[in-house]
C-alpha cells in the first residue's frame, strides 16, 4: 500500500484554550485520545487555561477525563500526554500570549481551538493577533456564535480583521454526527426522493431534538442562551438547510456552503405567533438560575422557507429538556394521494405516508406505506420499511471536525453569511416574545406547542429503542 501523503498545510500544534474546563474534559480530551489512538494527531497539544494549574494537574485531569469515556491503551495515553503542554494565564493579559509564543517553538502553523464561554472569544482572537501568533493560523470557534444578528455581526468582524476567512472554523458538532451527514448523501446518492422532495408531495416537515435531562447543574450558561440560541438556531437550523436545499452545481464544501446559506436567507423571519417557548417546573431552583427567570427550556417554532421548492409548506421545530425520552428524528409528511380510490388511503389522522430520519438514540432511515390487509376488503394498514444504520467505529463528531479543521476542511463547518443570516431569521423573536410556559417534568412541553401544529395532524412523537415508532 503506498505510503499517504501528509497534507504540507495541515496545522503542526493544536492549542486548546480552556483546557481545564468541562467541554474540554467531557468531549476534547477523549477526542484527542482517539485521534492518537488512530494515528491522526501526531503533533503537540498546549493547552491554555487561567486556573492556576501546572502542566501535572492538566495531565491528571486529561487521564481522568478519558478513563470516564473508555478503557485506555496505556501506550496511546502516554503518547498524548507526552506531547501535551501548557501555558497559564489570563486571557485579557499580554504575558499570556507571550508565554504561548514559546511554547509553540519551532511550530508555523497553529490551530486555536476556544473551547471558552463565548464572551471571551473576541478577547482571545484579538489578544493573539495582536501578539502577532494569527499568522498561517487557524482559530476553531465553538458555538454559539454570537447572542443575536448584531452581536454576530461584530464577532465576525474581528475574527475577519485578524484572520482570512478560510482560516476560521466554526464548530458545530452537531454537523460531525455520521447521521447527520447522511441526510445530505441520502438526499443526492438516491434518484427516487427528487420528483417528491417539493411543495407538491411533502405537506409539512417536523425536527425534534428531546432530551430527558435538565440543565445538568449548567444553570448559569443555560441563562445566557435559552433554547432558541441553544439549539434551534445552529442544530436544527443545520438540519433545515440540509433536508431543503437545491442540489450543489459541483462536489465541493464551498458549493454546498452556497446552497445552504440560500435556505437560510429564504427563511421568512419568525414572528410572535409562530413561537412557543416552556420552561419545565423546577427549572428556577436549578443552581445559578434567577428565581424569576424566563428563560426558555422548551421550544417549538413554525416556519416558512421562500423559496420555489417549498413554498408554503410549513416546518416544525421543536426541543427541549425533561421530555419523556433523549432522540433526534426529522419526519417529513407526505401529501396524501391525488384521488382518494381506497377508502382508507386518506387516514383520518392525517398520517399519510411519510420518511422518516432518526439520528439518535440511533441512526434510522423509514419509510411509511400502506399495505392491504388479507381478505376481500380493499382496506390496509401504514407499515414502516425500516433501514437500521449502525455503524460501529465511527469517528466521534469532535473527533472528525478537530481533525478536518487541522487539515483545513471546512466542508462541516459554518460560513460567515450563514452564520448571519440563521440570527436573521430568528431576531425577531429573541426579545420580543410571549413569557415562557411552564411544563411538567417527563412530558411533551406546554399544550400551547400542539396548537402550533394543530392543522397539520399534531407532533410526531420520536421513539426512543431500535424498533419503528408507533
Given at each position: 500500500?503506498?505510503?499517504?501523503?501528509?497534507?504540507?498545510?495541515?496545522?503542526?500544534?493544536?492549542?486548546?484554550?480552556?483546557?481545564?474546563?468541562?467541554?474540554?474534559?467531557?468531549?476534547?480530551?477523549?477526542?484527542?485520545?482517539?485521534?492518537?489512538?488512530?494515528?491522526?494527531?501526531?503533533?503537540?497539544?498546549?493547552?491554555?487555561?487561567?486556573?492556576?494549574?501546572n502542566l501535572a494537574q492538566l495531565h491528571k485531569r486529561t487521564e481522568d477525563s478519558i478513563k470516564k469515556s473508555c478503557k485506555p491503551e496505556r501506550q496511546t495515553l502516554n503518547r498524548l500526554l507526552s506531547n501535551l503542554h501548557y501555558v497559564d494565564g489570563d486571557y485579557r493579559e499580554q504575558s499570556t500570549f507571550a508565554a504561548l509564543n514559546k511554547a509553540l517553538g519551532?511550530?508555523?502553523?497553529?490551530?486555536?481551538?476556544?473551547?471558552?464561554?463565548?464572551e471571551l472569544f473576541a478577547t482571545v482572537i484579538q489578544g493573539l493577533g495582536s501578539a502577532g501568533l494569527?499568522?498561517?493560523?487557524?482559530?476553531?470557534?465553538?458555538?454559539?456564535?454570537?447572542?443575536?444578528?448584531?452581536?454576530?455581526?461584530?464577532?465576525?468582524?474581528?475574527?475577519?480583521?485578524?484572520?482570512?476567512?478560510?482560516?476560521?472554523?466554526?464548530?458545530?458538532?452537531?454537523?460531525?454526527?455520521?447521521?447527520?451527514?447522511?441526510?445530505?448523501?441520502?438526499?443526492?446518492?438516491?434518484?427516487f426522493l427528487e420528483p417528491i422532495w417539493n411543495r407538491n408531495y411533502v405537506s409539512s416537515v417536523q425536527i425534534t431534538l428531546a432530551e430527558n435531562f435538565g440543565v445538568k447543574g449548567r444553570g448559569a450558561f443555560y441563562e445566557t442562551a435559552g433554547c432558541l440560541r441553544d439549539v434551534i438556531q445552529n442544530h436544527l437550523f443545520q438540519i433545515v438547510t440540509l433536508l431543503a436545499m437545491e442540489p450543489p452545481a459541483y462536489r465541493d464544501f464551498g458549493a454546498v456552503h452556497n446552497e445552504s446559506a440560500n435556505v437560510l436567507r429564504a427563511m421568512r423571519p419568525l414572528?410572535?405567533?409562530?413561537?412557543?417557548?416552556?420552561?419545565?417546573?423546577?427549572?428556577?431552583?436549578?443552581?445559578?438560575?434567577?428565581?424569576?427567570?424566563?428563560?426558555?427550556?422548551?421550544?417549538?417554532?413554525?416556519?416558512?422557507i421562500d423559496s420555489w421548492r417549498w413554498a408554503g409548506v410549513p416546518w416544525y421545530l421543536r426541543s427541549g429538556k425533561c421530555l419523556p425520552g433523549t432522540a433526534a428524528e426529522v419526519h417529513v409528511q407526505?401529501?396524501?394521494?391525488?384521488?382518494?380510490?381506497?377508502?382508507?388511503?386518506?387516514?383520518?389522522d392525517g398520517r399519510a405516508n411519510y420518511l422518516r430520519f432518526r439520528f439518535s438514540p440511533s441512526s434510522a432511515i423509514a419509510l411509511a406505506a400502506r399495505v392491504k390487509r388479507i381478505g376481500k376488503e380493499f382496506v390496509g394498514e401504514q407499515r414502516e420499511l425500516l433501514l437500521l444504520d449502525q455503524q460501529d467505529g465511527a469517528e466521534t463528531p469532535y473527533e472528525r471536525l478537530l481533525s478536518d479543521a487541522m487539515e483545513g476542511n471546512g466542508a462541516l463547518f459554518t460560513r460567515e453569511d450563514a452564520v448571519e443570516a440563521a440570527w436573521k431569521a430568528v431576531d425577531p423573536v429573541l426579545y420580543r416574545h410571549a413569557q415562557a410556559i411552564p411544563y411538567r417534568k417527563g412530558s411533551w412541553g406546554p399544550r400551547e406547542a400542539d396548537r402550533l401544529i394543530a392543522a397539520d395532524g399534531g407532533w410526531y412523537n420520536p421513539g426512543f429503542g431500535d424498533a419503528a415508532a408507533d
Open positions: 500500500m503506498p505510503k499517504q501523503r501528509k497534507n504540507p498545510n495541515a496545522s503542526d500544534v493544536l492549542v486548546v484554550f480552556g483546557a481545564t474546563g468541562d467541554l474540554a474534559h467531557k468531549m476534547i480530551f477523549p477526542a484527542l485520545y482517539a485521534m492518537t489512538r488512530r494515528g491522526v494527531l501526531n503533533v503537540p497539544v498546549i493547552g491554555v487555561a487561567s486556573t492556576n494549574w519551532k511550530a508555523r502553523r497553529p490551530a486555536y481551538y476556544l473551547a471558552i464561554p463565548p494569527a499568522d498561517h493560523a487557524r482559530v476553531i470557534v465553538e458555538k454559539p456564535f454570537g447572542r443575536d444578528l448584531s452581536s454576530a455581526r461584530k464577532l465576525n468582524a474581528v475574527a475577519s480583521a485578524v484572520f482570512p476567512q478560510d482560516s476560521i472554523f466554526r464548530i458545530d458538532h452537531f454537523l460531525g454526527k455520521e447521521a447527520i451527514m447522511n441526510i445530505l448523501y441520502f438526499r443526492f446518492a438516491n434518484s414572528k410572535s405567533g409562530d413561537l412557543v417557548r416552556g420552561q419545565y417546573l423546577g427549572y428556577r431552583r436549578e443552581p445559578g438560575v434567577a428565581k424569576d427567570s424566563d428563560v426558555e427550556t422548551y421550544c417549538a417554532l413554525r416556519l416558512y407526505l401529501r396524501p394521494p391525488p384521488q382518494r380510490l381506497f377508502a382508507d388511503s386518506a387516514p383520518a
